[in-house]
């Protein structure tokens, strides 16, 4: 049997439009985040050139497992991940395995030689990432804590992918 999660969706005119409002087997979000990632770097990393980005995605992934040590936690942390079906670390996880390294695989395979549209491809990598975090916040899958809200989110997200296109240039293409 399953019990009804208490979402902002509950509430006001998006009241019963939560498709993941059931808790238990029915919660699946952070899988399917992890499928649809994974289904977008088939369609759009380079594969005949895997490796141009491929370091980069792994230090992506690195990087999100030491921010998700240092960040996430109840009440020192700054962010949650709340998943009935996968308890524990295992949306970090997911996340993880899936989200951030195929993003900045993409990102840095895709990054544009032009200037004006370098910073719009950088403001495009953070709006996707805020929206991915804005479905996971309203469908009640994180919290927030210790003062962190979205634009804090936002802010770190132009400063990570600043910092990707960085080891990008600097580490990975100078070997």
């Known amino acids: 049997m399953s ?3 208490e979402t902002p969706m509950d509430k006001g005119p998006f009241m019963g439009l939560c498709p993941c409002q059931l808790k238990g087997s029915d919660t699946l979000a952070f899988l399917i985040w992890f499928l649809i990632w994974w289904f977008i770097g088939l369609l759009l ?3 005949k050139h895997w490796r141009n980005g491929y370091p980069t995605a ?4 690195l990087g999100s497992f030491l921010l998700d040590t240092i960040s996430i936690g109840g009440r020192r942390g700054f962010w949650s991940y709340q998943d009935p079906f996968l308890d524990g670390l295992w949306p970090n996880i997911i996340l993880n395995l899936s989200l951030y390294p195929v993003g900045a695989w993409i990102y840095v395979q895709r990054f544009p030689r032009k200037k004006t ?3 719009l491809w950088i403001l495009l990598g953070a709006m996707i990432l805020l929206i991915i975090e804005l479905h996971l916040k309203l469908f009640g899958y994180m919290s927030y804590h210790n003062g ?3 634009l804090y989110s936002a802010l770190t997200n132009v400063f990570l992918l600043l910092m990707l296109r960085l080891h990008h240039l600097k580490v ?3 070997t």
Request: hydrophobic fraction near 55%; glycine fraction near 0%; proline fraction near 0%.
């Open 3 to 5: 019990t009804v999660l």
């Open 45 to 47: 990393i380079d594969w």
């Open 58 to 61: 792994l230090i992506a992934s």
């Open 117 to 119: 549209h370098q910073w």
């Open 148 to 150: 962190w809200n979205m």
């Open 172 to 174: 990975e293409q100078e």
